[in-house]
C-alpha cells in the first residue's frame, strides 16, 4: 500500500491513503503556483492547518460541493460552522484522532491563525500522519523550533517543509529543521508562488541530501510522489 502525495502549489496537496482523498490547506483561488482549480478539486477530507487565507483558501466552497469533513482545531472548525459547513472534526494540539484512513495527530506550530474575516483561528498546527505502517509529517506554516526533535523520535518516512522565508522557515532553517526531523524523504512546499518567497528548491535539496541524508523530492506544482 502506497500514500501518494500531490503538490499543488503554494502549501496546498493532497494525500491520497487508504482510499480517502486527504486536501490540505486548499488555496486555489488567487494562488499564482495553483496546477488545479478549485472546481477540479477532490477530497474525503480537508485538512486545514491554520486560519490564514493561503490555507483556508477555496475551502468553504470545497467541502460544501463534496461534502467532505473539515478536520481543524477547534475554533477553525467553528468558523466553517458557521460558514454553513456541516461537517467538521476538531482536534487540537498535541492530539490524535483513529480515522477510517489512519492515525492523525495535530502538533504545534510557530505561526499566526486569524481567520480571513479577522474571527480568532486559535493556534495554528502541523499533522502527523500515522498510516499504511508509515508516517508523514506536514509541517505546514511555521519557524524552526527545538522540538521538531521530538517529532522526529516518532520516526519519519516523509516531511513536508515550508522553506519560503519570510512567513515560515526559510532554507537555512529548513535544513536544520531536517536534521531534526532525520525523515527519510523530504518535500519542500511554500515557496516560489510569489517573489517575496522564491527560493531554489533544486538547490536546497541538493544540500539537504547532503547533510541530512533524506531523499529530497523536489515536486513542480502539479507533481505526485508516492511513499
Ligand atoms: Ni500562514
Ligand atoms: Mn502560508
Redesign the pocket.
Given at each position: 500500500m502506497t500514500i501518494k502525495l500531490t503538490w499543488y502549489g503554494h502549501a496546498a496537496m493532497l494525500v491520497e491513503v487508504g482510499g480517502a482523498k486527504l486536501l490540505v490547506d486548499p488555496f486555489f483561488t488567487g494562488n499564482p503556483a495553483a496546477a488545479i482549480s478549485a472546481e477540479a478539486a477532490q477530497a474525503d477530507y480537508i485538512l486545514i492547518s491554520?486560519g490564514?487565507g493561503?490555507?483556508v483558501g477555496d475551502a468553504v466552497a470545497i467541502a460544501k460541493r463534496t461534502g467532505a469533513t473539515v478536520i481543524a482545531n477547534f475554533e477553525i472548525c467553528n468558523w466553517f460552522n458557521m460558514q454553513g459547513v456541516a461537517k467538521t472534526h476538531p482536534q487540537h494540539l498535541g492530539g490524535g484522532f483513529t480515522y477510517p484512513f489512519g492515525y492523525l495527530k495535530l502538533t504545534l506550530a510557530l505561526?499566526?491563525?486569524a481567520l480571513p474575516d479577522g474571527s480568532y483561528g486559535g493556534n495554528?498546527c502541523g499533522f502527523l500522519l500515522t498510516a499504511e505502517a508509515k508516517k508523514v509529517y506536514l509541517a505546514c506554516?511555521t519557524g524552526l523550533f527545538g522540538d521538531m526533535r521530538l517529532i522526529g523520535e516518532e520516526g519519519l518516512d516523509l516531511a513536508v517543509l515550508p522553506i519560503g522565508d519570510n512567513?515560515?522557515m526559510g532554507p537555512a532553517d529548513a535544513r536544520r529543521a531536517a536534521k531534526l526531523l532525520q525523515a527519510k524523504h523530504i518535500v519542500p512546499v511554500h515557496y516560489n508562488t510569489w517573489d517575496l518567497i522564491a527560493q531554489d528548491g533544486q538547490a536546497w535539496g541538493a544540500q539537504v541530501a547532503a547533510e541530512a541524508g533524506a531523499q529530497v523530492h523536489v515536486l513542480k506544482a502539479g507533481e505526485a510522489f508516492s511513499l
Open positions: 491554520h490564514h493561503d490555507h505561526h499566526g491563525s495554528p506554516d512567513f515560515t
